[in-house]
């Protein structure tokens, strides 16, 4: 099934749920990333959560960044993701692999440990908005939701789920369910609410039983007046990093260092550490940027 995502609503507009399928993008960030088991699960986790959160975002170029910092030996991990759909990320120590937790699952909170979670919303005019809370178990799924709840005052549950084997990713993706203010009073239906949602074995069993986004919110919200918004957005793992842009960084080291890399290391290379792109400066390329730079501060 192809990368998605879908909007509902439900409880007369007082409840909006986003569903997402995420396999194919988290494939992928596996194999660039050449990523372990527990890394794969907790950077897809958060790849999944980053576009279920910039799914309400309204402006054309909004992009939320979701940065997980632990104290456990994943390091950190970095998303960024648009409303547009696209997503990219990265961890730090993308090769940890640790036993599985007392439920025979990846151990995700012990390889992100304790620590923070970071929030920067652009809304694509004026500053960014930025928020942080402290991990509440470092699985990510309970620290998305309480940062929801606590930032941006919006009771929220959020299910993410990566299932990864020999094979690599063969499901993964996620769901959240918020109250809006319009029902934030009626406790009758928040706890219905919950109860249904903590009733879910996880998010990739459903895939793996071959439900669809459509089926898993019908299951979950169908007698509560659910309305699935018609559009399916498409999902993929994107990253707009380009040679020219590797040129523009070089270019602001200077000419006395662009210089050096030509004689000691005969040209330059960089990593995009978001998809693991390799590119290759050669010689003629530096002196290039260094000609661009003698033009540009000679006079008149």
Do not use: W
């Not at 084997?165 to 934030?184: F, H, I, S």
């Not at 990253?239 to 960084?249: D, M, T």
């Amino acid at each position: 099934m192809a990368d998605q995502l879908i909007r509902a609503t439900a409880a007369d507009g007082g409840i909006r749920a986003v569903g997402a399928i995420t396999t194919r993008l988290t494939e992928e960030a596996r194999q660039r990333h050449r990523l372990s088991y527990v890394a794969t699960a907790a950077l897809g986790r958060t790849m999944a959560a980053g576009l279920l959160m910039a799914s309400n975002m309204k402006r054309a170029g909004s992009r939320v960044n979701v940065r997980v910092k632990g104290d456990g030996p994943l390091g950190g991990i970095l998303v960024d993701a648009g409303v547009d759909g696209t997503v990219r990320g990265f961890v730090e120590n993308p090769s940890v692999e640790l036993a599985p937790n007392e439920k025979g699952k990846l151990n995700v909170g012990g390889a992100v440990g304790d620590g923070y979670l970071y929030v920067v919303r652009d809304v694509g005019y004026g500053y960014p908005y930025s928020s942080t809370v402290e991990l509440i178990s470092g699985e990510i799924g309970d620290d998305v939701a309480h940062y929801l709840g606590t930032s941006e005052q919006t009771p929220s549950a959020v299910v993410l789920g990566v299932f990864v084997g020999a094979k690599g990713v063969t499901a993964a993706g996620g769901l959240l369910v918020q109250v809006l203010p319009k029902a934030a009073a009626d406790e009758a239906l928040i706890e219905t609410l919950e109860s249904r949602v903590a009733a879910l074995k996880g998010f990739t069993p459903l895939l793996q039983a071959g439900k669809s986004l459509t089926e898993i919110l019908r299951d979950l919200l169908g007698d509560m007046g659910l309305v699935i918004f018609p559009e399916t957005q498409m999902l993929r793992f994107y990253c707009g990093c380009s040679f020219e842009r590797v040129l523009g960084a070089l270019k602001m080291l200077g000419e006395t260092e662009l210089q050096d890399m030509i004689v000691k290391d005969r040209g330059a290379e960089a990593t995009c550490d978001f998809c693991g792109t390799v590119y290759q400066a050669t010689e003629e390329d530096l002196a290039q940027l260094i000609d661009d730079l003698q033009k540009e501060s000679a006079p008149g």
